[in-house]
């Protein structure tokens, strides 16, 4: 059995479900049933054999899931509002509930060195938090990404968004992305409630439902700007999904009738202070002060950044050198700052055949705009 064979079972439980709705019969056939219910178990069992030495969560209960669908479907009436849960429970219903964690890359270590590297007032949160949580967690079975729900505290621009991002990037792990000062209401990540007519399921479950791995990473940025307005505040729907326990029987508002798993999430944070943070969310966070890169890492991030980039633009056949005056100009800006200015540096040594990067090949920062170090 392989992935190929689990996700064509797949493919043909999702074909049952059409069939099976489209037929809207007063009284579905006990034998299609049996089947529909038979064919979901069986892409569970192959999915949670497949790698015997990984963690298998129990994301959602199918059985309890098809008895819904098929109490929807036996309705006369069918309400738009209870055709949008339909749909809901149906594309939930179309993927494993029993599932396994993504895996990590071989050499992640390795990985995660280069980061720390890269952003070096990054490296005490990558070498002492992160990586040591990955080897326990994956020490002798595998449960993929999964850290503690962790805050970044900084100033802007110190990489605390960039560091949450490539993160996703190293881990191949599903990851879902919220500004946390656009979040008016918790209904953005835990659906509206059913009572109104334009609920719908939240981020959360939608995130469920695309994915076919247990684990994942929310990143919330600027969780020090939620609004906290509104009977349903976004800040209040994370204390119960930060806690192992209750985040394992959590039901989403405008489908509260099924319970999903959501234990093997992890958390990251951002904010530029705790100063508006509440303490029972800052207790359930493991928080780690970040500092502004020095010129000195800043100067080695640029660097750092002048050879990716010629690697990916130029290849290995040109080689091109960076003088000292450009360094003294770039150590004094963003990388994101110095990415752009370096590409535009490139392209003018490129133009007059050169093979030295100068300062007076870079653009000026603005004038109007103060110096910044560190990542944006």
């Known amino acids: 059995m392989t992935y190929a064979d689990i996700y064509k ?49 129990t994301v959602f209960n199918r059985s309890k899931l098809f008895e819904l669908i098929q109490e929807i479907n036996l309705e006369k009436l069918i309400t738009d509002g209870r055709r ?19 895996d990590l890359a071989d050499g992640y270590e390795n990985q995660l060195g280069d980061l720390a590297a890269y952003m070096p007032n990054m490296s005490k949160v990558i070498n002492d938090i992160i990586a040591p949580e990955l080897a326990v967690n994956n020490f002798k079975t595998q449960r993929g990404f999964l850290i503690q729900p962790l805050l970044l505290v900084g100033p802007a621009g110190c990489g605390k968004s960039y560091l949450a991002s490539a993160l996703s990037g190293l881990m191949n792990t599903p990851t879902l992305e919220l500004k946390a000062e656009t979040q008016q209401s ?10 109104w007519s334009n609920a719908q399921a939240g981020a959360l479950f939608n995130l469920v439902s695309k994915t076919t791995v247990s684990n994942g990473i929310i990143f919330i940025d600027e969780v020090d700007k939620t609004r906290g307005a509104g009977d349903y505040p976004f800040i209040n729907a994370l204390y119960a999904l930060l806690e192992p326990t209750t985040a394992s029987k959590f039901t989403d508002n405008a489908c509260p009738e099924i319970t ?18 509440p303490q029972p969310l800052l207790s359930r966070l493991n928080v780690v002060e970040l500092s502004a890169l020095t010129k000195s890492e800043a100067r080695n991030v640029a660097q750092t950044i002048f050879i990716k980039q010629c690697e990916l633009y130029l290849g290995h056949d040109i080689e091109l050198e960076i003088s000292a005056s450009a360094l003294d100009v770039l150590q004094l800006e963003s990388p994101r700052k110095q990415t752009l200015m370096l590409r535009t540096g490139i392209g003018k040594v490129l133009l007059e055949k050169g093979r030295q990067l100068k300062s007076d090949h870079l653009p000026r920062a603005s004038k109007d705009s103060a110096p910044r170090i560190g990542f944006i």
């Not at 709705?21 to 069986?42: E, F, P, Y």
């Not at 918790?186 to 009572?195: E, Y």
């Open 186 to 195: 918790s209904a953005s990540l835990c659906g509206g409630a059913k009572h």
């Open 84 to 102: 949008r849960e339909l749909a809901d429970y149906e594309r939930l219903y179309a993927s494993p509930s029993e599932r396994v964690a993504a």
């Open 9 to 57: 079972t797949k493919s043909g439980t999702l074909n049952e479900l059409r069939q099976l709705r489209a037929s809207h019969a007063k009284k579905v056939d006990d034998d299609s049933a049996t089947k529909l219910v038979t064919q979901g178990r069986n892409a569970d069992s192959c999915r949670a054999t497949f790698k015997s030495h990984q963690h298998v969560t």
């Open 260 to 277: 999903l798993d959501l234990s093997q999430l992890s958390w990251i944070f951002t904010a530029n202070t705790t100063e508006s943070i």
